[in-house]
């Protein structure tokens, strides 16, 4: 069963790869790692909290500063969401594309 699923993930990466959408994928999924690290820094160093409402407000500011420092443009996800339509016919729903 283990075989199995890592021999689907290596025919999806070699897919991927060939179809020029991993760079498109594994760049943003980069930034949603820095994102978390950022908001996780920030929790961390407070500590604890009064209430939901304090933890939240926080949140919400750390993410307006983070958003400034935002400067990379945002990747083609138009072609990637079309081959993973492509790809996935059977599973991808037709709203999307």
Not at 76 to 96: M, T, Y
């Amino acid at each position: 069963m283990l075989e199995e699923a890592k021999s689907r993930t290596r025919s999806l990466q070699a897919r991927m790869r060939d179809l020029g959408i991993a760079k498109a994928v594994f760049t943003d999924e980069s930034s949603i790692k820095s994102l978390n690290m950022s908001l996780r820094k920030i929790i961390k160093n407070r500590g604890h909290f009064p209430s939901d409402d304090a933890a939240t407000k926080l949140l919400y500011l750390a993410l307006r500063n983070v958003a400034k420092k935002w400067t990379m443009p945002p990747r083609p996800w138009k072609q990637a969401l079309n081959q993973f339509a492509v790809l996935f016919k059977d599973r991808f729903p037709s709203s999307i594309y």
